[in-house]
T-cell receptor, first 113, second 111 residues
Framework: GENVEQHPSTLSVQEGDSAVIKCTYS??????FPWYKQELGKRPQLIID?????GEKKDQRIAVTLNKTAKHFSLHITETQPEDSAVYFC????????????FGAGTRLFVKA | DVKVTQSSRYLVKRTGEKVFLECVQD?????MFWYRQDPGLGLRLIYF???????EKGDIPEGYSVSREKKERFSLILESASTNQTSMYLC??????????FGPGTRLTVL
């Protein structure tokens, strides 16, 4: 079946360092790849997304890259800050009338001050 | 500002009870979703809907059903609750570009 694998499950970095989270997906029909951030006790919130016609997208300190051939996409956070500490989820989605969306298992990011 | 609300933040039910979880959005979105969130498993899609009375199964629909009688409301129904349905349930509503906005979640405990 369709699945999204996300690595690592836990990531600890020093404040100011970069963090990279990687995901692979199985369904080649997927064409939309969002990333969500979930702080402790709060709901997931969309932070960046990329569509299949684009290879890279950047928004200030965060960027996402997509390799459709390899079915692989990644989240890059530069100059990490303590407030970046959260669980990050990647997802892959396709339009089947509705939007079937499959999430990865999540990465817990710790940014040490 | 998109607002997605869920009927309860915490719910405790007994095995075999029928449980209704309701989700309401105020942005006229056509697409709505129900997920359950368990530690180490991420968000797993139970059902989604792309229009009134339209529904599609997600990855884990067994033991659940849904109802979408009005555009703004998407209900998740546990016909006969079981202990393995103890979880955090998250509803989401999405724009036409599938940017999803989540509700605050309902933590359901089945005893």
């Amino acid at each position: 079946g369709e699945n999204v694998e996300q690595h690592p499950s836990t990531l600890s970095v020093q404040e100011g360092d970069s963090a990279v989270i990687k995901c692979t997906y199985s369904d080649s029909a997927s064409n939309y790849f969002p990333w969500y951030k979930q702080e402790l006790g709060k709901r997931p919130q969309l932070i960046i997304d990329i569509r299949s016609n684009v290879g890279e997208k950047k928004d200030q300190r965060i960027a996402v890259t997509l390799n459709k051939t390899a079915k692989h996409f990644s989240l890059h956070i530069t100059e990490t800050q303590p407030e970046d500490s959260a669980v990050y989820f990647c997802a892959a989605s396709k339009n089947t009338g509705g939007f079937k969306t499959i999430f990865g298992a999540g990465t817990r990011l710790f940014v040490k001050a | 500002d998109v607002k997605v609300t869920q009927s309860s933040r915490y719910l405790v039910k007994r095995t075999g009870e029928k449980v209704f979880l309701e989700c309401v959005q105020d942005m006229d979105h056509e697409n709505m979703f129900w997920y359950r969130q368990d530690p180490g498993l991420g968000l797993r899609l139970i059902y989604f809907s792309y229009d009134v009375k339209m529904k599609e199964k997600g990855d884990i629909p067994e033991g659940y059903s849904v109802s979408r009688e009005k555009k703004e409301r998407f209900s998740l129904i546990l016909e006969s609750a079981s202990t393995n349905q103890t979880s955090m349930y998250l509803c989401a509503s999405a724009t036409a570009r599938n940017e999803q906005f989540f509700g605050p979640g309902t933590r359901l405990t089945v005893l």
